[in-house]
């Protein structure tokens, strides 16, 4: 009787292959460990300010931290609600991008855009910020106060203490809103999200592009039955790191909103904040207390952004070019 038990492989590694492993390992292990450092050291930090309120912290809205009375229900709504218009503003412009330079674009200028984008993705989020700050927000007050007109009844776009059908009414309550501050940052995201997803759309079986192409489909039917569920992947995980990245911006958000520490729901009125740029606010004024309340916002926003890119990472697995690379 033969042994029917499957053979053992033995795969022999030569020198390289084995230094190349090691650095890997090594390189992702760093990465794992300062996450660890960096989540630890936020931990024991806010642990004295979140000791003195307890779960208070995520129902407050003041930010009193020197009278004991300090949360983050305020900030953390207004990071969310910045956070969504950026990705309701940067989804689309980078999905269109994307699909023109790797589906229409001709290909002595597809270098060019994708030079361009990848250029624009290197701006100092400070030029944003002014830029929208003094050239772009007097541009959408006038958008602002037509949707507060004819949308108004919608919750969200509705603005208290001002008739937008009023020609006289003032202007100023819908300049620094977190409408205006999730544009601009939705436009700092963009050529991120466009790079994401340009690289998977051009990694579609070019068998199955020329099939539905054969058949008598048109280019927007290949686009749509072939590259678009193909790089369903793409689309998620490209968004989800333009939302970690609108999460945690600092800077241009810090130069245009209109700091308020009570909750907004309102993205068309003057007033928001959001976590990163609270810390940006008061940290150079902070007492102790008032520091180690700024690493508990500091900690909510680093689980925040963790649990959005974990999700992210576990849908884009789960998909087909996910999958495949």
């Not at 193909?230 to 909103?257: C, D, H, K, N, S």
Request: proline fraction near 5%.
């Amino acid at each position: 009787m033969f042994d029917d038990k499957p053979r053992r492989l033995t795969i022999i590694r030569d020198t390289g292959d084995k230094v190349f492993r090691g650095t890997i390992r090594a390189g992702g292990s760093v990465v794992l460990i300062i996450m660890v450092l960096v989540g630890s050291f936020l931990a024991f930090r806010a642990s004295e300010a979140l000791g003195v309120v307890g779960w208070s912290f995520f129902t407050e809205q003041a930010w009193e931290p020197d009278q004991g009375k300090f949360g983050i229900a305020a900030v953390i709504v207004g990071t969310i609600l910045i956070a969504l218009v950026a990705v309701c503003v940067a989804v689309p412009l980078a999905l269109s991008t994307s699909l023109f330079i790797t589906e229409y674009a001709p290909r002595q200028l597809r270098s060019f855009l994708v030079s361009i984008v990848d250029l624009m993705a290197a701006i100092p989020s400070v030029v944003f910020g002014l830029w929208g700050f003094f050239f772009f927000q007097p541009f959408i007050v006038p958008i602002s106060k037509w949707l507060a007109q004819y949308f108004g009844w919608i919750p969200f776009l509705a603005v208290d203490g001002v008739d937008p059908t009023d020609p006289l009414a003032t202007t100023t309550v819908y300049t620094s809103s977190s409408f205006i501050a999730g544009i601009v940052v939705g436009m700092m995201v963009t050529p991120i999200v466009t790079s994401i997803m340009r690289e998977v759309f051009s990694q579609t079986p070019i068998g199955e592009r020329e099939a539905a192409l054969g058949l008598g489909a048109t280019r927007w039917a290949m686009i749509r039955n072939v590259v678009l569920p193909f790089g369903q992947g793409g689309i998620i995980g490209g968004t989800m790191l333009g939302l970690g990245r609108a999460l945690g911006e600092t800077i241009t958000v810090y130069m245009i909103i209109s700091p308020v520490f009570t909750i907004q729901p309102h993205i068309l009125q003057n007033g928001g904040n959001s976590v990163a740029a609270l810390i940006a606010l008061r940290y150079g004024e902070s007492t102790p207390m008032g520091l180690s309340a700024l690493m508990a916002a500091g900690l909510a926003l680093f689980a925040m952004t963790l649990a959005v890119n974990f999700g992210a990472s576990i849908v884009v697995a789960r998909s087909r070019s996910g999958a495949a690379s």
